[in-house]
């Protein structure tokens, strides 16, 4: 079979790229996914992912080799494996990130990338409750909620804390301003999470131009003599199949297995390649390096009153909450659980906020065995976490072998610069800092971990290293800029010196965006396909 384009990964970029490839009936569109249908209520309900957070049959369930910084562990690296792709399975916070960190992405080489050529994207994609303004729209697909319209009393408690420190309070991460504290917007829409395949895959799916085949593997892609892109080879159900791209075939499968597909079809560093006996068709050392994540640590308090664990810890609790979600699509289950948050300057030195905070009105460990599921803490708790904005460590990804079945190699080297452990400290001694104002103290019975008493650098560095996780936010592993040796896509999303290929997904940032990164994805769907659409537009 042969099509116009070939996507392979209905994830947050592909479901995007479907629909506005195929939104005229010029093209005839293929979306290849691993994974199967969306269709399970637990994709709908917002709280729903923590029934998908360890789930094989959704979520590739991937780990990174342990780290070194980080007591050797091993940590847990959930990616979605379902129509929807990650942002099936994610938390639903919607942050764009700050100007500067798409101006660096211009400034890197890359014209057409700067905040204010993106900011268009952004407002494209969105449909915001505050309406058509200079920093939003009204009439997007993904559906904003604000959350403070829904969120825990405490969290209040939360932002009184904030604005004791003197911490400016925020009202829109989205908006003019970047700083402060507030409570998260996130893409929800009339209580249902608004992911990319719920807001602009499902409407296109009735359209005679776009396929969708499901548990399609993408093993590998195929050249001509000329490294243009011709075919994508698929197992699917046991079953290998080769389907045709007339025009291009767009790698959308996320930072951890667009690097592994373009390794695996040979499009990579030459003695990676050679070192598992796959045949070079183009040395591109890029493929895989300069992975990113953000790198967290939560921090436990006891409370002297009711949190959410009361409220979703008891059977009457969720018996409520579940009646209040199916009568009025509203109550805990209609948000995500990460409520209050901010962006802060770790040192008075920043000159733009260097650290995400979290504050979460329920507490709930996140186990060690990915199988097991999470509960909420039994007694009244709340979490403090945090992240660094813009960690410079710097990973990779590697095929481990020769095999699709395989998982790769993911190293993200965490903590590897003085700059990330220098934010690691800072960031455990704001929460610290917050913890001790009056607001928080009258919501305290018990700092439980760490220990109160854990208030020196080396004991905080400590702690950090022996319980941080990810924040679940890879990317950068097939970055965009001019120079083949240190790039893996021009600023048109084009793999270098390849034809008809290109990526568009989380694995293209030159360097990680500064919040949770799903708006900044699909903005580069969204603008990625424009960039498609005008190219092959002008060569009908
Ligand atoms: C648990 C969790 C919580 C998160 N919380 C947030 C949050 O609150 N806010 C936020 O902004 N971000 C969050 N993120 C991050 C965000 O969701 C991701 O960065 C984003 O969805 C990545 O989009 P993508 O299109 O690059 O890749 P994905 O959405 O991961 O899509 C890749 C798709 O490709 C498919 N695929 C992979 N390999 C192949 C292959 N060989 N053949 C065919 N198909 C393939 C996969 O199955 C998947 O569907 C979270 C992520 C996780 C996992």
């Known amino acids: 079979m042969t099509f116009d384009f070939i996507i392979v990964g209905a994830g947050s970029a592909g479901c995007i790229l479907a629909n506005r490839l195929s939104q005229s009936d010029r093209y005839s569109v293929l979306l290849l996914e691993a994974g199967g249908k969306d269709s399970s209520y637990w994709f709908k309900l917002p709280l729903g992912f923590a029934k998908t957070y360890a789930n094989p049959k959704y979520n ?78 009204a009439s997007g697909p993904i559906g904003i909620s604000q959350m403070r319209q829904q969120a825990h009393p405490i969290c209040d408690d939360y932002l009184e804390a904030c604005r004791q420190m003197g911490y400016p309070l925020n009202d829109d991460f989205n908006g003019a301003q970047f700083e402060g504290a507030g409570i998260y917007d996130a893409n929800i829409r009339n209580g249902r999470r608004d992911s990319s395949s719920a807001a602009y895959l499902h409407p296109a799916l009735p359209r005679p131009n776009l396929k969708l085949e499901y548990h399609a593997l993408a093993e590998r892609i195929l050249f001509d003599e000329s490294k243009r892109a011709t075919a994508v080879a698929v197992r699917q159900h046991g079953v290998s199949r080769v389907f045709k791209a007339r025009r291009e075939v767009i790698v959308a499968a996320g930072a951890v297995d667009s690097p592994k597909l373009l390794q695996l079809s040979g499009v990579a560093d030459a003695a990676l390649l050679a070192s598992h006996a796959i045949p070079l068709m ?53 948000l995500s659980v990460n409520q209050a948050g901010g962006f802060f300057k770790g040192t008075d030195q920043e000159q733009h906020p260097n650290l995400q905070l979290y504050f979460n009105p329920l507490s709930y460990a996140v186990p060690n065995n990915p199988q097991a599921k999470l509960k909420p803490d039994p007694y009244s708790g709340f979490l403090l976490f945090f992240n660094a904005c813009r960690p410079s460590s710097r990973g990779s990804v590697q095929i481990a072998a020769n095999d699709v079945m395989l998982p790769p190699r993911i190293q993200p080297n965490y ?44 004991g905080l560095l400590q702690f950090f290293r022996e319980q941080a996780g990810s924040i679940y936010h890879l990317c950068g592993s097939c970055a965009m800029g001019p120079d083949p040796r240190t790039a893996v896509v021009s600023s048109t999303l084009k793999v270098h010196g390849m034809a008809g290929l290109r990526v568009v997904d989380a694995s293209i940032f030159p360097n990680i965006t500064s919040a949770n990164i799903n708006a900044a994805v699909m903005m580069v769907a969204e603008k990625g396909a424009e960039q498609i659409l005008v190219e092959h537009d002008g060569l009908a």
């Open 282 to 334: 183009h040395h591109l050392p890029a493929v895989g390096r300069n992975l990113q994540d953000h790198l967290c640590a939560s921090f436990y308090f006891k409370a002297n009153r009711k949190t959410l664990n009361d409220d979703l810890g008891s059977l009457g609790g969720q018996l409520k909450a579940g009646l209040q979600y199916l009568f009025k699509r509203s109550g805990p289950l209609a």
């Open 415 to 458: 903590l590897s610069t003085q700059k990330d452990v220098d934010e690691a400290i800072q960031g455990c001694r704001l929460i610290r800092r917050l913890a001790a104002t009056p607001a928080l103290q009258r919501i305290t019975a018990q700092q439980l971990r760490p220990a109160a008493s854990v208030t020196d650098a080396a």
């Open 60 to 137: 590739w369930m991937y780990h990174s080799e342990p780290q070194a910084q980080l007591a050797g562990r091993r940590l847990y690296a959930p990616r979605g494996k379902v129509q929807g792709g990650s942002g099936a399975i994610n938390a639903m916070i919607y942050v764009r990130g700050q100007p500067h960190d798409f101006d660096d992405w211009q400034a890197a080489g890359n014209p057409g990338w700067g905040y204010r050529d993106l900011l268009p994207y952004f407002k494209k994609l969105e449909s915001h409750p505050l309406g058509d303004t200079a920093f939003h729209s």
